[in-house]
């Protein structure tokens, strides 16, 4: 009977464990919001930039769109800033039935507009590299926001060239 208490113990415990964490979770859930960007003004301004240095312009992907906003919510969600929360790039883009050539990806944390967070990417080399890569045609870009995250909005910017 003793291992019969003890078992249920630890069942008890492991519940009490997730009910507890489970309102943290579902909190920070519902403070999630999509932030309206305007793709076609981003497709403009990143085609400025890239004409200004050689590069050909831009165009808006409603996939892309579809595909960085996926990505912008699953950072938002787990509060954190990564390439691969939702895995990496190629893949995502492979399920999202996007047959790509060339692909790249900016993301971004804490910037309060689209405008920012594209002269963040201009400031750093390796986002710039991603702005101005050769052979991507099209972009899809997107942002969330949870209230209750340590940055507020989450940004993701996909380039990309279908095959």
Request: aromatic share 4%.
């Amino acid at each position: 009977m003793a291992m019969g208490l003890r078992a249920s113990a630890a069942v008890v415990a492991a519940l009490v464990v997730v009910l507890i964490s489970a309102p943290a979770t579902e909190t920070k859930a519902q403070n999630l919001s999509a932030v309206p960007v305007n793709s076609g003004a981003m497709a403009r301004a990143i085609s400025g930039y890239r004409l200004s240095h050689g590069r050909p312009p831009v165009v808006v992907s409603p996939r892309l769109n579809a595909l960085a906003q996926q990505q912008a919510m699953a950072m938002a969600r787990v509060d954190r800033l990564s390439h691969n929360v939702a895995g990496p790039l190629g893949t995502r883009l492979r399920a999202g039935g996007y047959v790509w050539r060339a692909a790249a990806e900016n993301v971004a944390a804490g910037q309060k507009s689209a405008e920012a967070a594209l002269a963040a990417w201009k400031a750093s080399s390796g986002h710039r590299q991603n702005l101005l890569r050769s052979g991507v045609t099209q972009i899809g870009i997107a942002a969330v926001r949870n209230g209750n995250s340590r940055y507020g909005v989450y940004w993701t910017l996909i380039l990309a060239r279908p095959r």
